[in-house]
T-cell receptor, first 114, second 112 residues
Framework: AQSVTQLDSQVPVFEEAPVELRCNYS??????LFWYVQYPNQGLQLLLK??????LVESINGFEAEFNKSQTSFHLRKPSVHISDTAEYFC????????????FGKGTMLLVSP | NAGVTQTPKFQVLKTGQSMTLQCAQDMNHNSMYWYRQDPGMGLRLIYY???????DKGEVPNGYNVSRLNKREFSLRLESAAPSQTSVYFC???????????FGEGSWLTVV
């Protein structure tokens, strides 16, 4: 079985500051990793994913995440946040082999203030 | 392009009443899911359907039933609603299990 830990339930930052949202996972097998974003009163949307290849993956709106196998982490970063980045962010994991459902972390609320 | 559509968006039920949440996807996906989202608990999988004709329990199936009506539609039924089922419910779909999941907009359910 897999598990995902998002250590921070809330991360407050000022606009244009850098941010890191932490995600650690536990799994006995190799995994695929995802970050989803949920804007207020909406469903979740895929932000980025790591399947294979380069361990650094990027999204179209400036977020990036790096897969670190030795530390079993997939932290999400953005060098300069905007007010519009205020949302809840969920990390998720699924095994590479076979077909399985995604396991989600409990989410981190990113609060960007002016 | 509608993606995943779920209805109703809001519903208030009395304890003991029954209701069905409807979900349809137009992406020709094989797999469909029902999640509930509660504050501080993240998303918890209620039931899923890996492919048409199959359904399986997720993490929190008690008090719910599902029907995979066809490839497009996957409904969630509360037979006798309880206040503990007050939540936001999300339907989702993916090409296969483990692929990227696409979510609906959510259904806010309150049981009084």
């Amino acid at each position: 079985a897999q598990s995902v830990t998002q250590l921070d339930s809330q991360v407050p930052v000022f606009e244009e500051a850098p941010v890191e949202l932490r995600c650690n996972y536990s799994s006995s097998v190799s995994v695929y990793l995802f970050w989803y974003v949920q804007y207020p009163n909406q469903g979740l949307q895929l932000l980025l994913k790591y399947l294979s290849g380069s361990t650094l993956v990027e999204s179209i709106n400036g977020f990036e995440a790096e897969f670190n196998k030795s530390q079993t982490s997939f932290h999400l970063r953005k060098p300069s946040v905007h007010i519009s980045d205020t949302a809840e962010y969920f990390c998720a994991v699924t095994p590479r082999s076979g077909y399985s459902t995604l396991t989600f972390g409990k989410g981190t609320m990113l609060l960007v203030s002016p | 392009n509608a993606g995943v559509t779920q209805t109703p968006k809001f519903q208030v039920l009395k304890t003991g009443q029954s209701m069905t949440l409807q979900c349809a996807q137009d992406m020709n996906h094989n797999s469909m899911y029902w999640y509930r989202q509660d504050p501080g608990m993240g998303l918890r999988l209620i039931y899923y359907s890996a492919s048409e004709g199959t359904t399986d329990k997720g993490e929190v199936p008690n008090g719910y039933n599902v029907s995979r009506l066809n490839k497009r539609e996957f409904s969630l039924r509360l037979e006798s609603a309880a206040p503990s089922q007050t939540s936001v419910y999300f339907c989702a779909s993916s090409g296969q299990l483990g692929n990227t999941i696409y979510f609906g907009e959510g259904s806010w359910l309150t049981v009084v």
